[in-house]
């Protein structure tokens, strides 16, 4: 939004949290037409990337020179593809933390707040992402 992108929620593909659905996902993603492909896919973790990178590579995209990809959640086995893939890093430990607060607050309320945390995030930039291409 900040730099001038709509949002496009076609471009939203719903999934498991499986290497399988990455897999899937970026499949469907690259039978779009060229003009209408993303430059960047975002994955909401690893898992999702690691298929959606072989997905990648197994149709000859690379990554990052024509298809950028980055995920949240960081750990080694992410670190240590290639390319190694850029990440998003959230703290587990604040997860589970915020997320034990929040039900201990909903079991003393008797209903669901409806509420949503941010928590921070540190972004560890890797080789899976360039900047953005033009078209």
């Keep these: 939004e900040a730099s001038g992108l709509p949002y496009d929620e076609s ?3 719903p999934g498991e949290y499986w290497e399988w659905s990455g897999y899937e996902n970026a499949e ?8 209408q492909r ?11 990337a690691l298929g959606a990178l072989r997905a990648l ?6 990554v990052p020179q024509e298809l950028s ?4 959640g960081d750990n080694m086995e992410i670190a240590s593809t290639q390319p190694p893939l850029t990440a998003a890093h959230v703290s587990l ?10 039900l201990l607050g909903q079991i003393h309320a008797g209903q669901p707040s409806g509420s949503r945390t941010l928590l921070p995030a540190e972004l ?3 080789e899976s992402v ?3 291409l033009s078209r």
């Design 57 to 62: 590579t197994d149709r000859g995209v690379r």
């Design 93 to 102: 430990r604040q997860v589970g933390e915020r997320a034990v607060e929040t």
């Design 124 to 126: 560890v930039l890797r």
């Design 28 to 35: 469907k993603l690259l039978r779009l037409p060229a003009e």
């Design 38 to 48: 993303p430059t960047a896919l975002f994955c909401s973790n690893g898992r999702i």
């Design 11 to 13: 471009l939203v593909f």
């Design 130 to 132: 360039a900047p953005p």
């Design 69 to 72: 990809l980055a995920c949240l």
